[in-house]
């Protein structure tokens, strides 16, 4: 019986698989740092103390040792890595669990995106033991508006159907919070299938307050990663619901939102970082680079491991995980100390899964199913098909808030030429959104000022969140050859400069790219390059700026495959002005 | 639908079903008192805040709100009374929960014991709600010990079985922690059984530590109610288990132990009574009088009320319970201040279940089922049954410890007459213990020494923790018919004093009274005080210390059903001391 081995091993009768010497050990129980040894059985820590005798020995030379790290929310596709490249980033910074919300490649790919997701992490192995635990999250909003065409839709009946799989862990973070407040049946079924299913609810409620808060968090939604200050965090925490600090690449909350923990408090508090991209990933760091943030901006690190292991375990009620005690999984990250967190071992149930910074598993063997391949489909898009004409001289133009998401609206006048409007002369660029799941040949057609692209054109198959084609350009016929290049690689990014095309494809569903990690970085930071040298200002990203031109729930101004819309008023609307 | 109602009430588009006005509040998350008014509907707690509307509305008269108070661990028999009349004491004293564990029931009538008390709980209702939530343990240790003889077994077997019910919230106590430690086969089957079901187990696990305790914990037990000290509290929380403060009647740890609270660590800990008699219910409270008298040892009020509340949802993962926040349920005490701890009114999902100290349900209408009836049976008592021949002159006798539960053994002198040891001119008492459950004519025969009874006998069929027949007297006539009595009683506490026989029956399974709480506390007391006139000394309790004198798991020298045990070598013994 496992469990008589584990009291045996713990009660120092028996002999345990391995014994790790030479550590500090932190406690997540007490916030204390103390001397010891981990004793380890069958996965799983038998006792901390000493007298211990193990099979193996590891000589941890001085580490201290804090529970495996868990990324409380993270959507894996941003990173642009397969599941195999991300986990090998991850895991050597200390990641040992993510709660993962697959919301890209589900809306790219339906549920067989989800189940892809879980199945490549699945196969990673080092010793029969699995690096990084996944807790899948059904995404609840799918697609995320009306007013684009997604890959897949899943309705509240679907919704009901999959949360009760043993494959989801819970339903994802439902951004749709005005439904949500509104009481809007579609979305309320959603909810109460989870909650039928006692599987928790990720939630995201930007800038949501008073009543309005209350009627979020009475939804039973649980967590929430958007706050933006201490103000709005500490309302969050007093109406229940666990507060995800967000260290993410674009979006982080770290240092505008520390001052909020306290003593009282810290327990409500986790660490996410929602989107990473696999350059800060390999570079900076995933949850440990927030440690040292978090205890950068004044934070006890005590208080923030807990929020990156215990807490995590506590709002998901992840058994075993979090701590590093008797009865808990043998997950253990060695690091040099509790500032610079770097991290020098990690275990994942017992056995040693990171040394010297590597993930000691194959990532370079890929799952690599028929349902995210091919994910490009459209009808041939010609150069003619993306004329614009604007008969009353005077349109409606996006100019993005420079280092930001939102898109205002800006009108402009315009000229005309062949039923086509003139862009040579002026800071407007032509922006195509162009569906690319059934080849339906919708093609949202709109302006862009002051972006800062000459000379061709740019385009990527990452466009949140129904990922549809966004297309970027000065002149028709570079605009048509991206559309062309993109599907031909399976989606991907792509530039045309000067008649020459540069594609990286993104051959996971048109979000994710089959490559290692280090070519991924090289290959997006060369076309970031020439992006930047055909004028694309320092204030925006050559590709995720666009990428985020067709997301019609960030206001003001957005283009989707149906159309021009106006997400202040909620409504379509058209580029050109009428008299 | 009920969700889409609440989220309307939380947005303050509905008008909720009540609305506490007048109340400060207590936000376990934050740890702070805020004044605001709390909207409920539907049983839950909508929104905190202004700007409600209520359909009925509650002035708190500046009352402080606080949730409803949980007790971590209690077996409601040891108060004597009736669930009825338990519920209606701890009612009114703020208990909206408890986590019962019918251990004393259950090695009386085996699972319907169990089934009895929580349906006898399920009965009472305010307004269609159910005052008192009853998370119902399944007894882990019946029998307590192979050495005695209980009204009923459960093993391994069953135990898998029975754990499964939605009748039982988890696994109580594991007494046994020897076997625990051990790895004995029989006691892990039973906790693999419950940990396979998903379901919290509690501890008990006096003065152990060190590797040891690290074995108890690697087993998987969540909890422990029997620190004495600051360093033990300290060491099973370092260890991962939620360590519980007792405030109950005979053992109460809150003193001892305060000092471990801090404010790292104080989500850990949790409030018991383990056992609390009716008086103290009535007269000083309950999980209440923990929490004035945690906060007269120096703890942080606010730590204090989420001892009570909010970490005992969370260790045992009670959806909705321990806090005041939306989405939870509207179980509400509304205490003068967080000082004293006075109980203003209680809700309990939303409805008023206490008012003016009074409960507001009927107690008095009792649930009786025929399983919880005539428990008592024994094969006819007669005075020559009691004889006890003691050859050599010398014998074992038991001599309890003042104010407390360990007997040490004591090799005293005796004559004998006609085969029966001469008690006159001695300050020994005889005593027997007389199985009740069988009517096997087991009858254990003893000495104690210095209790200081003259003139009769005394006995009592509450005898942890098969409650068996414990009978004292200085004569066998007089114990042949306390046991006559008793079983007519169906089981209670008797005395016969210079011929006149007093009883006061526990009619429910010998162990509680279903008369009302105040006659239970009138009749015990009246009972006691005979018992006093007749010379028991201060330093015992006339019914509870012989209750404890047949408990083989305490030291040193007990005495059971099957004769005299000693506990330190874990083996019967004989009374005579053999030349």
Redesign the interface.
Known sequence: ?E??R???????REECDLLIKNVKIF?V????ISAGEIALAGG??????Y??RGKSVYDGGGATAIPGLIDSHIHVESSLLSPEAFASLAAAHGTTGIVADPHEIVNVCGIEGAEYIKEAFSRLSVGGVNPIDVYLQLPSCVPATPFETSGAAIDAEETAREIGRELFFGLGEMMNYPA????E?ET?EK??AA?EA?KPIDGHAPTVS???L??Y????IATDHESENTAEC?EK????MFVQLRGGSSASNLKSCASAVN???F??FLICSDDKNARDLMRKGHVDDALRMLVQCGIDP?HAVCMATKNVA?CY?L?GKG?I????DGDIVLVKDMLSFAVAAVFKAGVLTVENGKALFDDEQKYFPAAVKNTVRIRSVKADDLKLDIKSGRARAMKVRPYGLISDEEIVSVDCKDGDVILEGTSLLKIAVVERHFASGNIGLGLVKDFGLKGGAIGITVAHDSHNMVILGDNNGDMARIAAALEKAGGGMAIVQNGKEYVFPLDIAGLMSSAPADEVIEKTESLTAIARKMGVKDCYEPFMTPAFLSLAVIPALKLTDRGLFDVTKFEFTTVEVKA
Chains 1, 2 share one sequence.
């Open positions: 019986m469990l008589k584990l009291i045996g091993c713990a009660s120092g406690n129980f007490t916030g204390e799983k820590i038998a006792g901390i103390g007298g211990y949500v407040i509104s009481g049946e309320l909810l109460q909650q006692c008073g009543q309005l209350n009627a968090a009475a939804s039973g500490l925490i007093a109406c229940g003593e009282f408090n327990r409500r005590s506590d009620g058994r701590a005690a008797p009865a808990y």
